[in-house]
DNA sequence: GTCTATAGTTTGATAGAC
DNA sequence: GTCTATCAAACTATAGAC
């Protein structure tokens, strides 16, 4: 009488409840600040009552992790989903951009994937594994550009994240920093000396 | 018999004692993290009840505030004892050699500065103004350098930033964005084609 | 003025009924 | 799987000893 199908069916009920809880908590982290969440204010969102979270997950930091890794995937859709252009320097553009405006977009996303925020938090192995699989993909993308070195690919990220990080601590939802993405990624294509784009359009 | 002596040795002993408190926060913010840290934890540490604290702060956040103030007190002094070269690219690199080994060599210190990892803490606008302090003279210095145009000065903090949080982040207790730093200097450097450094010792 | 004692509230986590 | 009940720890605030 316990086949197969009711096995899947409870299966796919409980990764609905788990999605449903992890939907929960992004939006009280975006509302009361990443640390600041609480099982309560999450449970009460979903409709239950704190306790019966751990049914689910098997600390606040597990949810934590959860989160991790979900953000990581979402990022590798985002990566995944867009084509390049052939033009290195376009190329390199875009994948800035890319970066910047995830990042930018959604500050506890951003903190968790980029920033120790939350003491004692450590990412498990399985969900690390996400974020390596992004820099998997950030590699071979890179060295399609053009760029292989290790230290060109850390310089790189450095330099991106930088101006996301001073866009959170010093002008949130503006453009400051924003506006320098170009020329910050100019600068750098300059000093690898990739190849200049035709000039088609200058001075006319 | 209550004159200006005893009023002075009683303002003395209270300044003392809320130092001995800045310490000890800053000792176990080091142990358990910045957002971790917890009062009676700070307490214990100077032989106090935490109940006892709020005689000398008003509230949790009144000590990260002055936590906030005297970091950038500490780089303040930092920044004024050292005379920067004549030089342009030389007095750069010191620059940003000397603001990333400070934000590098304590995590909770760079944290309560540079990020906002504390949920609902804001700087006080008395706290603020010490940081402001140290971006004037930021200001100053680069304007000595021949480098005046905010978007400039944005560029250059973003660039040192995010090697520093890519140090935190990916590399902590390393240098493997330590040693891109110089690079990033002179790459930056070039970009706004600064003059270049008399090549004396260039290929003996 | 400074500290202890203490009370009230919130939070993460566990136990056990159903 | 969800609930109620409950615990230990932590922050805030107040009352009162000295």
Do not use: C
Not at 44 to 72: C, E, N
């Amino acid at each position: 009488m316990l086949g197969e199908a009711t096995v899947d069916w409870q299966s796919k009920r409980r990764e609905a409840t788990r999605q449903e809880i992890l939907a929960a908590a992004w939006a009280a982290a975006r509302e009361s600040g990443l640390a600041a969440l609480t099982l309560r204010q999450v449970a009460a969102r979903v409709g239950m009552r704190a306790p019966s979270l751990y049914s689910h997950f098997t600390s606040k930091h597990a949810i934590y992790d959860a989160m991790f890794a979900q953000a990581w995937q979402e990022y590798d859709a985002v990566a995944e989903a867009h084509e390049l252009p052939s033009e290195p320097r376009t190329a390199l553009r875009e994948v800035a951009r890319r970066f910047f405006d995830f990042a930018v977009a959604d500050l506890p996303r951003h903190q968790l994937m980029n920033v120790r925020t939350i003491p004692d938090f450590t990412p498990s192995a399985r969900s690390y594994a996400e974020a390596v699989r992004v820099f998997d993909r950030y590699r071979a993308v890179m060295a399609a550009i053009g760029i292989t070195a290790d230290e060109d690919l850390d310089l790189f990220v450095a330099l991106v994240g930088g101006l996301v990080d001073a866009q959170w601590a010093n002008d949130p939802g503006g453009t400051r920093y924003a506006r320098l993405l170009d020329r910050a990624v100019d600068m750098y294509a300059d000093a690898l000396q990739l190849p200049q784009v035709h000039a088609d359009q200058e001075e006319p």
